[in-house]
T-cell receptor
């Protein structure tokens, strides 16, 4: 089955700096990669996703890049703000399948 | 819309007790699933359902049962709780199929924190 590894497990950045979280996956058949943000005491919420036929996708301060050959994808957050502080999860799945395999999560702290 | 709701928010069980975690959604989503979240391990899929009357196992199904009699509800049953089932449980739902070539967004509930002593 799929295995998704996520690094780092914790990340602290100064407000206004950029943050990068990286994930690798094992199953070359995986072609859908969402990123979730989880605030304390809440369920995960989708913030951006990418399919394997796309190399990069942006949504305002958030971007995701995918290297299908190397089987890794990354989340980039620019101009970080204190409200970006949360746990971020990457995940992978195949096509229309909803069976997501999650990474272990990254605790992002944005220091004011 | 209330979205995905889960009850209870917190529960403490003794080893061997049984209970049902409730999950409901009012978005008419065909797909529903249960995950457990343990520290340092992300979320792992327990069971899922692609529609009423259809369920299947995920990555960690042992010790859990599910049924899907209606589109709205997808309860998770622990028949004989064990300390290893101490975790936070999340229910999620989405439409089936693809939208613009990629899966519809999965919506997660707020979670149930379960402790088994």
């Amino acid at each position: 089955g799929e295995n998704v590894e996520q690094h780092p497990s914790t990340l602290s950045v100064q407000e206004g700096d950029s943050a990068v979280i990286k994930c690798t996956y094992s199953d070359s058949a995986s072609n859908y990669f969402p990123w979730y943000k989880q605030e304390l005491g809440k369920g995960p919420q989708l913030i951006i996703d990418i399919r394997s036929n796309v190399g990069e996708k942006k949504d305002q301060r958030i971007a995701v890049t995918l290297n299908k050959t190397a089987k890794h994808f990354s989340l980039h957050i620019t101009e970080t703000q204190p409200e970006d502080s949360a746990v971020y999860f990457c995940a992978g799945s195949q096509g229309s399948a909803r069976q997501l395999t999650f990474g272990s999560g990254t605790q992002l702290t944005v220091l004011p | 819309n209330a979205g995905v709701t889960q009850t209870p928010k917190f529960q403490v069980l003794k080893t061997g007790q049984s209970m049902t975690l409730q999950c409901a959604q009012d978005m008419n989503h065909e797909y529903m699933s249960w995950y457990r979240q343990d520290p340092g391990m992300g979320l792992r899929l327990i069971h899922y359902s692609v529609g009423a009357g259809i369920t299947d196992q995920g990555e960690v199904p042992n010790g859990y049962n599910v049924s899907r009699s209606t589109t709205e509800d997808f309860p998770l049953r622990l028949l004989s709780a064990a300390p290893s089932q101490t975790s936070v449980y999340f229910c999620a739902s989405s439409y089936r199929g693809l939208a613009g070539g990629q899966p519809y967004e999965q919506y997660f509930g707020p979670g149930t924190r379960l402790t088994v002593t």
